[in-house]
């Protein structure tokens, strides 16, 4: 630690509706892929952290289920109940959005902000790298500036790395001085099972038509260390038998390579062999169930 700089450590909430960014900006941060993403809205379902410790601080990074309307769902209660929750134990919350982009969506995540008026929240308008006329840029910010009292707004880019510092530096800025939290070698709060589950769902997420990534969820049946080697077996679980066919494909070709795809995310992340076998199950209105949600894995404690 250098001498002038008094360490500094804390909680930092990202939060916004769907689809803006907010994983792929902490694995940006982070500097390696341990929240799933993809191209759909409502890819992350449970709140995760990840954790980024250096000579000056320690960050910890909430993050959280895209807010959004549609409640109807008990899966869609539970996301947002998890985003919600994110909120309330932090020291910092970084609001994200897309680009020059305001949407009643966002409007609605501002207003439940509003509701807490006491911490200091960060604007981050992401994907700039879209952004075709940079002239637009400032007076946009200005715009959002009248909106409420931001800390800071910050134009970047999580995709490609624009801006990412700067960020950072806001959020040093606002951090209470603190003892580390965590072991300083730990990066997140999740089991390697968890995680393995997550990244089978991505692939799934990355792999299937429009709306089949709702209708299924992962679950580790058996997570064994063989002498250095992972022994995974995940069971896929979707809500009809209809939908059973079409994640395996044809021949089973759709799923080898889910399975494919999700080993070798698996293996840079634990830094070993894996082995993964995956099976898929019907277990019909597990997303509108709450039974059978906290069975699964979707529990509010978390
Ligand atoms: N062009 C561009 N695309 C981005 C950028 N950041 C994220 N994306 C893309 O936006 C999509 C959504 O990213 P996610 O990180 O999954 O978004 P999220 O906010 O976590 O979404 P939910 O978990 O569904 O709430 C993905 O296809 C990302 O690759 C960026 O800076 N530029
Ligand atoms: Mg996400």
């Given at each position: 630690?250098?001498?002038?700089?008094?360490?500094?450590?804390?909680?930092?909430?990202?939060?916004?509706?769907?689809?803006?960014?907010?994983?792929?900006?902490?694995?940006?941060?982070?500097?390696?892929?341990?929240?799933?993403?993809?191209?759909?809205?409502?890819?992350?379902?449970?709140?995760?952290?990840?954790?980024?410790?250096?000579?000056?601080?320690?960050?910890?990074?909430?993050?959280?289920?895209?807010?959004?309307?549609?409640?109807?769902?008990?899966?869609?209660?539970?996301?947002?109940?998890?985003?919600?929750?994110?909120?309330?134990?932090?020291?910092?919350?970084?609001?994200?959005?897309e680009g020059m982009?305001?949407?009643?969506?966002?409007?609605?995540?501002?207003?439940?902000?509003?509701?807490?008026?006491?911490?200091?929240?960060?604007?981050?308008m992401n994907k700039i790298d879209k952004l075709?006329?940079k002239?637009?840029l400032?007076?946009?910010?200005?715009?959002?500036?009248?909106?409420?009292?931001?800390?800071?707004?910050v134009p970047l880019s999580a995709?490609r790395?624009i801006n990412?510092?700067?960020?950072?530096?806001?959020?040093?800025?606002?951090?209470?001085?603190?003892?580390?939290?965590?072991?300083?070698?730990?990066?997140?709060?999740?089991?390697?099972?968890?995680?393995?589950?997550?990244?089978?769902?991505?692939?799934?997420?990355?792999?299937?038509?429009?709306?089949?990534?709702?209708?299924?969820?992962?679950?580790?049946?058996?997570?064994?260390?063989?002498?250095?080697?992972?022994?995974?077996?995940?069971?896929?679980?979707?809500?009809?038998?209809?939908?059973?066919?079409?994640?395996?494909?044809?021949?089973?070709?759709?799923?080898?390579?889910?399975?494919?795809?999700?080993?070798?995310?698996?293996?840079?992340?634990?830094?070993?062999?894996?082995?993964?076998?995956?099976?898929?199950?019907?277990?019909?209105?597990?997303?509108?169930?709450?039974?059978?949600?906290?069975?699964?894995?979707?529990?509010?404690?978390?």
């Open positions: 630690m250098s001498e002038q700089q008094a360490f500094r450590s804390g909680y930092v909430a990202i939060i916004g509706r769907p689809n803006v960014g907010k994983s792929t900006l902490i694995n940006r941060v982070l500097g390696l892929k341990l929240c799933i993403t993809s191209r759909r809205p409502q890819t992350t379902r449970h709140r995760i952290l990840g954790i980024k410790t250096t000579e000056t601080s320690q960050l910890i990074y909430v993050d959280t289920p895209g807010i959004h309307s549609d409640g109807k769902r008990a899966m869609n209660r539970y996301m947002n109940r998890a985003a919600a929750a994110s909120v309330e134990d932090v020291d910092v919350v970084v609001f994200v959005i982009k305001w949407t009643e969506e966002d409007e609605r995540v501002l207003n439940k902000l509003r509701q807490d008026s006491s911490k200091p929240v960060i604007l981050a075709e006329d002239a637009t400032l007076p946009q910010v200005e715009k959002l500036a009248d909106k409420f009292n931001f800390a800071a707004i995709r790395g990412i510092e700067s960020l950072e530096e806001s959020i040093y800025a606002l951090m209470p001085e603190g003892e580390m939290i965590f072991d300083e070698d730990q990066l997140t709060d999740r089991s390697s099972r968890f995680l393995a589950a997550e990244m089978v769902r991505e692939k799934l997420f990355r792999h299937l038509g429009q709306e089949l990534p709702y209708a299924l969820t992962v679950d580790i049946e058996q997570f064994e260390d063989d002498d250095g080697m992972y022994r995974i077996s995940a069971v896929i679980y979707v809500e009809r038998s209809g939908q059973k066919s079409i994640v395996i494909g044809k021949k089973g070709e759709l799923l080898k390579q889910v399975g494919k795809d999700a080993r070798e995310d698996m293996e840079k992340l634990f830094g070993c062999k894996v082995f993964l076998q995956l099976w898929v199950k019907v277990r019909e209105g597990w997303s509108d169930n709450e039974r059978m949600l906290r069975s699964l894995g979707y529990n509010d404690d978390l």
